[in-house]
């Protein structure tokens, strides 16, 4: 297979525009996520891909064939649901090798490739438990095991951990990352869940509204939000209204100076941000770039904290990692200074504010 492309996909339902008209290059052999919140509209593509929604508009090309037609079951696209779908009466190896039953294989060959399976997801001792005696990681291991089973060109998973406690849910990231690299297997991800994307995926795809948002490494993503949306959604963010000034912003009277760079039109109104570890707040501050502020609580984890502070330009929360020294004083109700490095200030356009996230 030569990669999987979408060219102006889009579904409506009704007036309900799900998916408005999506470009997207999946490379082969990676592992991509479809991230944004509730309603984007990221299950509607992964069905859209997978066959069993038809797109209103655009074309699905795999290896360069126009795919949009064919039915899902002619795909060999596995698929792993939120619910896993498992099925009930069948035991793990049945519902592992189900599939291959349907496609006519015999049943010794299709008992020794779902041993197979079983083994590569760690669950070789339970071919022959009922599917109601398994846990939900194994239940999830199963499903992924099914929707390998005819060697898919595509793998397509749907929010697979959700159904997963918090501690099954990372363990569950590393193995399945894990195995998606050992089988070099082109692999979809829907997840609302950013930390799920940044730790997995090779290429996150953000989207908002039945729109891509940006597409890019996790790192990039977060280091450069193509808009205030991205910047909003992944990752914290303090968020400020400035206007443009020669070489920097201007916010209720304190100037910023920005990384040189494409400047918007003096007088313009910008919507600016700020990441809560880029921050500086204390003593033997850089010159420039201050604002005071007082803070309002301190939350520390460990050797970490959150210091929220009340500036001129709003609430800001401050993250400061490993390396702080205890009794520096930083206590609700004292009197600081921040200081926001030039390299640390994104720009946006005013009318961009980034949308509340369910
Ligand atoms: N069968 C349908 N009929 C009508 N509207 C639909 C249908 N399926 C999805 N929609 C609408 O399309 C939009 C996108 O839905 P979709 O399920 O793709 O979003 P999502 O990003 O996967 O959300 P979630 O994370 O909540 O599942 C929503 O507004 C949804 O209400």
Do not use: W
């Not at 009704?14 to 998916?19: N, Q, S």
């Not at 008209?21 to 984007?40: I, K, W």
């Not at 849910?169 to 950013?194: C, P, Y």
């Amino acid at each position: 297979m030569a990669g999987l492309a979408l060219e102006g996909v889009g579904r409506d339902y009704g007036a309900t525009r799900a998916v408005g008209r999506v470009d997207l290059a999946f490379r082969e052999g990676e592992l991509t996520a479809l991230l944004g919140p509730s309603g984007c509209g990221k299950t509607t593509l992964l069905r859209i891909i997978a066959g069993l929604e038809p797109p209103s508009r655009g074309r699905i090309l795999l290896g360069g064939r126009d795919i949009t037609a064919m039915p899902a079951h002619l795909r060999r696209f596995g698929m792993v649901f939120q619910s896993f779908a498992l099925f009930p009466h069948l035991n793990v190896r049945d519902n592992v090798a189900y599939s291959l039953a349907i496609s006519g294989t015999g049943r010794a060959a299709r008992h020794a490739r779902a041993d197979e399976l079983l083994d590569l997801v760690r669950l070789g001792h339970l071919g022959d438990r009922s599917i109601s005696a398994l846990s939900g990681g194994q239940k999830q291991r199963v499903a992924i095991a099914r929707a390998l089973a005819q060697d898919p060109e595509v793998f397509l998973l749907d929010e697979p951990m959700s159904a997963l406690d918090a501690k099954l849910r990372e363990e569950m990231q590393v193995e399945l990352r894990l195995l998606q690299q050992r089988l070099g297997i082109t692999t979809i991800v829907v997840t609302h869940d950013q930390r799920e994307a940044m730790s997995m995926a090779d290429r996150i795809v953000v989207m908002s509204e039945g729109r891509a948002e940006q597409v890019g490494a996790p790192q990039e993503i977060y280091d450069r939000p193509d808009n205030a949306f991205v910047a909003g959604f992944i990752g914290r963010n303090n968020f400020f209204d400035a206007v443009a000034v020669p070489g920097g912003l201007e916010a209720d009277g304190y100037r910023l100076a920005l990384e040189p760079g494409p400047a918007f039109r003096p007088g313009s109104p910008v919507r600016a941000a700020c990441r809560p570890e880029r921050i500086r707040l204390g003593q033997d501050l850089p010159e420039g770039n201050r604002l005071p502020a007082r803070v309002v609580f301190v939350r520390a984890i460990g050797s970490e904290r959150d210091v929220h502070v009340e500036t001129p330009l709003g609430p800001f929360v401050v993250a400061q990692g490993s390396g702080l020294q205890g009794g520096d004083g930083i206590a609700a109700g004292r009197e600081v200074a921040l200081h926001l490095p030039p390299g640390a200030l994104q720009v946006y356009p005013a009318q961009s504010r980034p949308r509340e996230v369910a």
